[in-house]
């Protein structure tokens, strides 16, 4: 059985979580032996006794690492990564019946309504057959993350909050350079104001279920992944 050690509770929360646990092991074989403590919501959900998934959602504000750092969970524990800004934006170049309300809501900063992203995010899990989940950037709001409760039905095994500055997330966005509609400057300080009145409430839900591990997310990927590293190499 997966189970947090007790001495990560240095993690939980922690503003600046540096890694005292030494990795043992790592890689795709470690999680094959994991037997999941997925909670369900009773009565709803889409998965069944048979598939337990181990599921991490993974917050955090634009440019805090969260794409960055999914990669390298997926290369080094093999878990199946969704982006919810990356599946949204496949609807938009698909040229969706949503495509157009997307861009629009996208552009300006806002949240796209909770059944359009959950449709998605459930598409992709039903498709995949990894039971290890990379849920980055989603939920985003309250009503998210209770519409998602309902629909989904499985809880979340640890929360991952990358926890960057303001100017440090501006900077790293604004230098992205890669097309993204809304990495400019207006539509950053839009996507701000929602991370921080829209996001935070659900990261301190999560924080109060005791299952947020709180990741300082300056300094260079390599340095922030040996801060990932000891929230899973601690799961055994
Ligand atoms: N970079 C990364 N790590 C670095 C480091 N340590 N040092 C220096 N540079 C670093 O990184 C951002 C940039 O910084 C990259 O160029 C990277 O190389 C560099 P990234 O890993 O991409 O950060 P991430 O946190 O993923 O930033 P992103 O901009 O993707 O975050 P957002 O949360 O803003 O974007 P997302 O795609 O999730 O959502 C976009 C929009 O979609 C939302 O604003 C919203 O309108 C909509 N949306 C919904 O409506 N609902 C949802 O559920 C999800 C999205
Ligand atoms: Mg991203």
Excluded at 13 to 20: A, N
Excluded at 196 to 206: A, G, K
Aim: hydrophobic share 35%; proline share 5%; glycine share 8%.
């Amino acid at each position: 059985m997966w189970r947090r050690v007790t001495s990560l509770s240095h993690l939980l929360s922690s503003p600046k979580s540096s890694p005292q646990l030494t990795p043992t092991s790592y890689g795709p074989k470690i999680w094959e032996t994991l037997s999941t403590e997925v909670s369900k919501k009773s009565g709803g959900g889409i998965f069944s006794k048979e598939r337990s998934p181990f599921i991490t959602f993974v917050l955090g504000g634009p440019g805090s690492g969260k794409g960055t750092q999914c990669s390298r969970i997926v290369e080094t524990y093999g878990f199946t990564h969704l982006s919810a800004g990356d599946l949204l934006r496949k609807e938009i170049t698909m040229n969706s019946e949503n495509g157009a309300m997307i861009l629009d809501t996208i552009a300006k900063g806002k949240i796209v309504p909770s059944e359009v992203t959950i449709k998605l995010i459930r598409k992709a899990i039903e498709s995949a057959e990894n039971d290890k989940f990379l849920i980055d950037g989603f939920p985003r709001t309250e009503e998210n993350r209770i519409a998602y409760e309902r629909i989904i039905g499985a809880e979340p095994n640890i929360v991952l909050f990358f926890d960057c500055p303001e100017e440090v997330m501006v900077k790293r966005v604004l230098s992205r350079n890669e097309g993204r509609v809304d990495d400019n400057i207006d539509t950053v300080k839009e996507r701000l104001k929602a991370f921080r009145s829209l996001n935070l409430p659900v990261i301190n839900h999560y924080s109060n279920k005791g299952v947020l591990y709180k990741i300082d997310g300056t300094g260079t990927e390599d340095e922030i992944f040996e801060r990932v590293r000891a929230v899973f190499d601690a799961w055994k």
